[in-house]
T-cell receptor, first 113, second 114 residues
Framework: GQQLNQSPQSMFIQEGEDVSMNCTSS?????WLWYKQDPGEGPVLLIA?????ELTSNGRLTAQFGITRKDSFLNISASIPSDVGIYFC?????????????FGKGITLSVRP | NAGVMQNPRHLVRRRGQEARLRCSPM?????VYWYRQLPEEGLKFMVY????????ESGMPKERFSAEFPKEGPSILRIQQVVRGDSAAYFC????????????FGAGSRLTVL
């Protein structure tokens, strides 16, 4: 089946630093999404990408949909303590009845004050 | 309706008992997804439902698991004769349209099987 790969499993950065996270797939997706999950909560959508090559920003977050449609990255600039959490990438192959999302295993981000 | 509401938030069951997890979608949303998250794993798709219809159940285990989304009331994920391996967080998400990719997730129901 389809798999999304995120590594490393954990990242540790200093407050104020930038961080970049990558997500790769063995197969093509037509929509890429980035979610953040806080402890004990459900995932919250950060950014959605709909076109190959698309670069989208949301505040301090920037994400890109890879040209090959097999990868995406998320960049967080000037990190702050509340950026701590688990970041998941997710891909959707198509809309309609077969529209389920495939998630990566997530990257746990720790921010040292 | 502040968002997708799931209950119970925490459920403890002994092996062999039944677990029922409920999900009320956002107001106006008629599409519901269920996902399962094992410790240190991503979310795995289970089932996609519209009111009174199962659209895609390709992620549901063949036995013991069932889901419904009746015309009135919440969506229910039912696990019969639970086993320890069923311990996980179960998340519900809802969307406005068929096959939308912008899903709103609930806070999850955490099932522990003793």
């Amino acid at each position: 089946g389809q798999q999304l790969n995120q590594s490393p499993q954990s990242m540790f950065i200093q407050e104020g630093e930038d961080v970049s996270m990558n997500c790769t797939s063995s197969s093509i997706f037509n929509t890429w999404l980035w979610y953040k999950q806080d402890p004990g909560e459900g995932p919250v959508l950060l950014i959605a990408l709909y076109k190959a090559g698309e670069l989208t920003s949301n505040g301090r977050l920037t994400a890109q949909f890879g040209i090959t449609r097999k990868d995406s990255f998320l960049n967080i600039s000037a990190s702050i303590p509340s950026d701590v959490g688990i970041y998941f990438c997710a891909g959707q192959l198509q809309a309609g009845a077969n529209s389920k999302l495939t998630f990566g295993k997530g990257i746990t981000l720790s921010v040292r004050p | 309706n502040a968002g997708v509401m799931q209950n119970p938030r925490h459920l403890v069951r002994r092996r062999g008992q039944e677990a029922r997890l409920r999900c009320s979608p956002m107001k106006g949303h008629s599409h519901v997804y269920w996902y399962r998250q094992l410790p240190e794993e991503g979310l795995k798709f289970m089932v996609y439902l519209q009111k009174e219809n199962i659209i895609d159940e390709s992620g549901m285990p063949k036995e013991r698991f069932s889901a419904e989304f009746p015309k009135e009331g919440p969506s229910i994920l039912r696990i019969q004769q639970v086993v320890r391996g069923d311990s996980a967080a179960y998340f519900c998400a809802s969307s406005l349209q068929l096959g939308a990719n912008v899903l709103t997730f609930g806070a999850g129901s955490r099932l522990t099987v003793l």
